[in-house]
């Protein structure tokens, strides 16, 4: 059987994982938004310094290099026909299979208080990409 996983946090990593181990005649596509592989939980590292955002890499063998699994990265999924278990980002196909597994996590959320939405510097910790603007700006920090 062919597996789709949609995303690439621990919840999808820990499913393919499984399925190779379980089934190891089986084949995983992994499509996730994200382009690197990280912790979230180590975001604050990233954020002092301590860590690199390598090093928040938490698949340390080779599961994304084995011959029956493969990572589509970058690709918001947008679209998921249940029927023939296809997912879409935009009008792009890129993959079908057996099975489709949603791992998406979740995102954070600015809550609706006085002028937080749309005021500079205000950020979410949730992606890479948080940290990163994090850190941006509190170089210049006061
Ligand atoms: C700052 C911070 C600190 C934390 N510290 C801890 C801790 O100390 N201990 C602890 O147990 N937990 C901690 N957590 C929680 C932990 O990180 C989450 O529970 C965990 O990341 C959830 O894993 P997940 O795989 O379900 O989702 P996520 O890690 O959110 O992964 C979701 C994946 O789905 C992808 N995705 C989303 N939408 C799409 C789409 N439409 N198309 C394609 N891909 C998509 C994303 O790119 C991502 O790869 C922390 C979280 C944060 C943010």
Redesign the pocket.
């Known amino acids: 059987m062919k597996h789709i996983i949609?995303?690439?946090?621990?919840?999808?990593?820990s499913a393919a994982r499984t399925i190779l181990k379980e089934k190891p005649d089986d084949s995983v596509v992994i499509?996730?938004?994200?382009r690197e592989v990280y912790?979230?939980?180590?975001?604050?590292k990233f954020i002092s310094g301590e860590r690199s955002a390598e090093s928040l890499n938490f698949i340390n063998d080779d599961l994304l290099s084995g011959k029956n699994i493969r990572w589509i990265k970058g690709?918001?999924?947008?679209r998921l026909d249940a029927g023939t278990k296809t997912v879409y980002?935009g009008g792009e196909e890129l993959a079908s299979g057996d099975t489709v597994l949603i791992?998406?996590?979740?995102v954070?959320v600015t809550p609706p208080i006085g002028e937080l939405k749309t005021a500079k510097n205000v950020f979410g910790?949730?992606?890479l990409s948080d940290a990163r603007a994090i850190a941006d700006c509190a170089k210049t920090a006061k």
């Open positions: 949609i995303g690439i946090g621990a919840a999808a990593v499509v996730s938004e994200d912790s979230r939980c180590m975001l604050h690709k918001t999924v947008t980002s791992a998406t996590g979740s954070s910790l949730r992606h």
